[in-house]
């Protein structure tokens, strides 16, 4: 009880200084600019994902996460709690996940410099879970276009003692069109080589693409992105669609 | 029908990338009328600002889409969100007409 007090009046006591902490062009790949310093902003993500291979299933995740500009390049973002709700044959229900810290540092602005560049690094933590993550953000403005891409190195281990691990490369590209400074559209593409046992005897290769949507207004943003895989892998998601919802504080 | 279509991509991102949104601050700004006192020092980091911080949210408008007389209601109405203190709101408007009238 003393807690939830005390954390009402830390809230309380910064307020009047938090403002916004920056809009999303784009579902699943980041950009490059942090957030201003100083800024307060709460996200919360849904992502509903359909998997028909070998069976059919349905999951809704949740993230709700807390984004806070500390310098005019460095940005940390901390992961209150990630869940989803499962539905399949074998088991459905509500499964709490993990919990994340993330950290962006800016090097180069995507409007001044020939490139914007971003260094990213996630450490996430759950029961029987851990996951090292880290991304290179680049991105060029031309005008109204945004050309975003990233690349992606992460780790995982998992169940009792840790003792399964799984590694992953991805590369994300994305394209969004301002049509309005409130409204934008564009398209991302995400290509992920998994491996098993940090090995690649399997060969597993995924592809996704889809159409992204950003409306932006005042304090809040919303952006959705629908993709389909564009391959034939088994117990990945056939369908998934993102929506973030972020509000300044 | 291919190579029409690259050729039209090529012409829009070739036009979008000769369009400078952040032209390098110059004496000769500094110097332009701008019926309030600034130096370099204060277009250049208005500058800085206008591409870091504004980019936050949304692409950047070429700064002759609105008018010298309409730019700092606007600054003003995003300077919240985009946690400007009012010297950088300052910084901002005054690169922005800076820039306006260097190029009149």
């Given amino acids: 009880m003393k807690a939830v007090l005390y954390t009402g009046i830390f809230v309380a006591a910064i307020l009047p200084g938090l403002s916004f902490g920056g809009a999303r062009h784009f579902g699943f790949i980041y950009e490059a600019p942090t957030s201003a310093p100083g800024s307060f902003e709460l996200e919360n993500w849904v992502t509903w994902s359909r998997t028909t291979n070998p069976q059919h299933s349905d999951q809704v995740a949740f993230r709700h996460e807390i984004e806070i500009g500390i310098t005019d390049r460095l940005q940390a973002s901390i992961y209150l709690a990630d869940w989803f709700y499962k539905n399949d044959p074998a088991k459905s229900g509500f499964t709490y996940s993990d919990s994340a810290l993330e950290l962006i540092y800016n090097l180069t602005n995507p409007v001044i410099d020939p490139i914007g560049l971003s260094l990213y690094q996630e450490y996430r933590g759950g029961n029987r879970f851990f996951e090292w993550e880290s991304k290179l953000i680049a991105q060029k403005n031309l005008g109204p276009l945004i050309l975003a891409y990233n690349a992606t190195v992460e780790a995982v281990w998992e169940a009792k003692g840790l003792t399964d691990h799984e590694g992953e490369f991805q590369q994300a590209v994305g394209a969004s069109y301002e049509i309005s400074p409130r409204f934008s559209v564009g398209i991302e593409l995400l290509h992920e080589f998994v491996f098993p046992k940090w090995q690649d005897e399997e060969k597993i290769r995924n592809v996704f693409i889809g159409p992204n949507v950003a409306v932006r207004h005042g304090n809040w943003f919303v952006t959705v992105t629908a993709l389909a895989q564009a391959t034939d892998t088994s117990e990945e998601a056939d369908f998934q669609v993102r929506t973030i919802f972020g509000v300044g504080l | ?104």
């Avoid at chain 2, 408007?93 to 009149?104: C, D, N, P």
């Fill in chain 2, 1 to 104: 029908m291919k190579t029409s279509i690259l050729f039209v991509l090529a012409c829009v991102l070739a036009s979008c990338q000769l369009t400078n949104y952040v032209p390098p601050v110059t004496s000769q700004m500094a110097t332009a009328r701008t019926g309030q006192s600034v130096n370099l020092a204060m277009l250049h980091e208005g500058r800085t600002l206008f591409a870091h911080r504004c980019i936050e949210c949304h692409t950047l408008p070429v700064v002759w889409r609105y008018s010298s007389k309409d730019w700092p209601d606007i600054v003003d109405s995003m300077s919240q969100r985009a946690s400007l203190k009012p010297a950088e709101r300052e910084a901002i408007i005054a690169y922005i007409i800076a820039v306006r009238l260097a190029e009149h």
